[in-house]
């Protein structure tokens, strides 16, 4: 079975500091990822996702991430972050051959300090 | 846009009580989740139905069932309420075939059982 492993909680960053969320997954087959983001008071919305093709996949908002398959990550970075970024970040997966159920992590809080 | 929107933001109700939450989305989407969110847990699925009538068990379906009598509308019910019970549920839905795999979620409901 496949699961998704969040190794921070919490993440406190200054204004204009770059940033890297962890993920790792596991699976014996094929995945997809996504990274979601939920701001407070709001359900969650998709970020960004890696489906094939460049492993390097970016949002409209100056985050990316990158899929190592030989490292089993999906990592998500900023290099400059804006107060408006503050929000938990969820990663998830989901199997090629199961593609409606996405398994998420358990999610990583951003907060930025002015 | 797509939208999904949940029947209440906030609910309070007493233990032993019958609970129902609703969950509408208006773009024909055939899948709907129903998970729950709690902290350090991420989102863990309860139900999910991939056409209307037809639903299947998630990791956590004990104490819970769903109807989906249309294919806009997913209910998720509660036939007794408990204090573990006690978390935000979050409402999805997405396209069996799109091949992007997203899924869109409503705001969430945050319930709290006395």
């Known amino acids: 079975a496949q699961s998704v492993t969040q190794l921070d909680s919490q993440v406190p960053v200054f204004e204009e500091a770059p940033v890297e969320l962890r993920c790792n997954y596991s699976?014996?087959?094929?995945?997809?990822l996504f990274w979601y983001v939920q701001y407070p008071n709001q359900g969650l919305q998709l970020l960004l996702k890696?489906?094939?093709?460049?492993?390097l996949v970016e949002s409209i908002n100056g985050f990316e991430a990158e899929f190592n398959k030989s490292q089993t990550s999906f990592h998500l970075r900023k290099p400059s972050v804006h107060i408006s970024d503050t929000a938990e970040y969820f990663c998830?997966?989901?199997?090629?051959?199961?593609?409606?159920?996405?398994?998420f992590g358990s999610g990583t809080r951003l907060s930025i300090r002015p | 846009d797509v939208k999904v929107t949940q029947s209440s933001r906030y609910l309070v109700k007493r233990t032993g009580e019958k609970v129902f939450l609703e969950c509408v989305q208006d773009?024909?989407?055939?899948?709907m989740f129903w998970y729950r969110q709690d902290p350090g847990l991420g989102l863990r699925l309860i139900y999910f139905?991939?056409?209307?009538?037809?639903?299947e068990k998630g990791d956590i379906p004990e104490g819970y069932s769903v109807s989906r009598e249309k294919k806009e509308r997913f209910s998720l019910i509660l036939e007794s309420a408990s204090t573990n019970q006690t978390s935000m549920y979050l409402c999805?839905?997405?396209?069996?075939?799109?091949?992007?795999?997203?899924?869109?979620f409503g705001p969430g409901t945050r319930l709290t059982v006395t």
């Open positions: 998830a997966v989901t199997l090629y051959s199961s593609a409606s159920k996405i398994i």
């Open positions: 139905s991939y056409d209307v009538k037809m639903k």
């Open positions: 999805a839905s997405s396209l069996r075939t799109s091949g992007s795999y997203e899924q869109y």
């Open positions: 773009m024909d989407h055939e899948n």
């Open positions: 699976s014996s087959v094929s995945v997809y």
């Open positions: 890696y489906l094939s093709g460049s492993t």
